[in-house]
């Protein structure tokens, strides 16, 4: 494949200023490291501004890369650009994939993973990867949530971040009231909750409530779901992370709705 020219510092330096939020909010743009988050940026039309790589990763990925914008770099610039131990040699500057919730909504969804205030990055993305895998029509990430384009969250999403649509929604009452008013039953995960997630109706279209990874859901909030659901706990385990937790409920829903 024809590669550009080895990339000036001032334009490796450029990109590199993607790793702050910041930068990313002003630019509307962000990095995905890695072949898979490549791999899934370029599945989407118009997101990919340019792919950084290593001459070991032009051959490597030679199918992957195809006709991309590649732009070729030596090791020291593309680790430079990555925040992984050991760089796989790709990262591409994207466009935003994220819609407005109303068009995510829009889309007649019956499974959503709503996200309230979940900070961890990599929870972030591990809970964007799991709603990918278990067939979710789409994620919000609802109030004072991580950025979905942390290059932590797009590393833990491994690619399901261009997989899924994908809302931002400031505002987790609003987001929660919307889903109820398109027609889904808003489940809270809540270790406290009035239902047992094996006695729950998860036949029908649902959104999941998820709170934060220290404190769980405000009261307030987890009062506006329609039940507060508890996953059963057998052994002498106090609860579940964040991540597990979802997993286990966005797949009893997927089963029940494939029943």
Excluded at 82 to 87: F, G, I, N, Q, R
Excluded at 139 to 155: E, H, I, P
Excluded at 183 to 192: I, N, Q
Aim: aromatic residues 4%; glycine residues 8%.
């Amino acid at each position: 494949m024809d590669v550009p020219l080895v990339a000036s510092n001032a334009r490796v330096k450029d990109a590199r200023k993607l790793s702050r939020r910041s930068v990313r909010a002003e630019r509307r743009l962000f990095l995905a490291d890695g072949p898979k988050a490549v791999e899934g940026a370029l599945s989407v039309a118009g997101c990919v501004v340019e792919v950084f790589a290593t001459p070991q990763a032009v051959e490597q990925y030679a199918d992957l890369l195809g006709a991309a914008p590649v732009t070729l770099v030596d090791d020291r610039a593309l680790a430079s650009l990555s925040d992984s131990v050991s760089p796989a040699g790709v990262v591409a500057v994207c466009r935003p994939v994220d819609a407005p919730l109303g068009h995510v909504l829009a889309a007649a969804p019956r499974l959503l993973a709503v996200c309230a205030d979940v900070r961890d990055p990599g929870n972030a993305g591990t809970v964007i990867r799991t709603a990918d895998a278990a067939g979710a029509d789409g994620v919000v990430l609802a109030g004072q949530s991580v950025d979905a384009y942390n290059a932590k969250t797009v590393r833990a999403s491994v690619g399901s971040l261009f997989h899924l649509p994908l809302a931002v929604e400031p505002d987790a009452a609003a987001a929660v009231r919307a889903a109820q008013d398109r027609g889904l039953t808003v489940l809270a995960a809540d270790g406290a909750g009035e239902v047992g997630l094996f006695d729950a109706d998860l036949s029908g279209p649902t959104a999941w409530l998820f709170g934060n990874e220290a404190w769980g859901l405000p009261p307030e909030l987890a009062a506006l779901a329609d039940h507060r659901v508890a996953i059963p706990i057998h052994g002498r385990a106090e609860s579940l992370n964040l991540s597990t937790a979802a997993a286990v409920c966005l797949y009893a829903s997927a089963r029940a709705q494939r029943a």
